[in-house]
């Protein structure tokens, strides 16, 4: 019996590695990368740049998964409002449409950032209620996904760090 294939965008980041190591036990494991391959600890490792559309699309249509977890993200620090924009809100719009143009399942990784803090805890019908570029661009993340793929799963996480080993 042959396993399933699974794609999870930003392997060479932080929770994707990890995610990547779990995932190769049950799945047929493919793992985007942008600039560090090194980083993909299990499964087969892909370039990916997320920002191009046209990429984002040949590379779901040729490895054909049957689910995909959106992990690729620029955090707070890691680049300008602009490309944190085109790599959280654009980026992840391409891969909902096309991970829904192959008829797999997304789980995609937003964070508790879309919301100020100030009302917790928040219920999942709460409007976003972003203060910052980071939270403004994952809450506008959160609506393409769900606009170009209606059966996607959201999953908010909070803060996650960790030694870079």
């Known amino acids: 019996m042959s ?3 699974l794609l999870i965008t930003g392997g060479s980041g932080y929770l994707g590695r990890r995610l990547t190591m779990k995932a ?19 499964g087969r490792p892909v ?8 990429e984002v699309f040949r590379v779901i249509a040729g490895v054909k998964p049957q689910a995909v977890i959106h992990t690729a993200a620029i955090n ?23 991970t829904a ?6 789980v995609h990784v937003s964070s508790d950032s879309v919301h100020d803090g100030r009302h917790a805890p928040y219920p999942d019908e709460v409007a976003p209620s972003p203060i910052n570029a980071y939270g403004r661009s994952k809450a506008a993340a959160e609506t393409a996904v769900i606009s170009a ?6 999953v908010r996480t909070s803060l996650i760090y960790g030694l870079t080993k």
């Open 149 to 154: 793929h209606p059966e996607a799963t959201i």
């Open 76 to 98: 707070p620090g890691d680049g300008s409002d602009a490309r944190m924009w085109a790599v959280n809100v654009e980026g992840s719009r391409s891969v909902a449409e096309a």
């Open 3 to 5: 396993k399933k294939r």
């Open 101 to 106: 143009a192959v008829g797999a399942r997304l």
């Open 47 to 54: 370039p990916l740049d997320i920002t191009n559309r046209e």
């Open 24 to 42: 190769v036990e049950r799945f047929e494991v493919y793992a985007t990368y942008h600039r560090h391959a090194e980083q993909i600890k299990a």
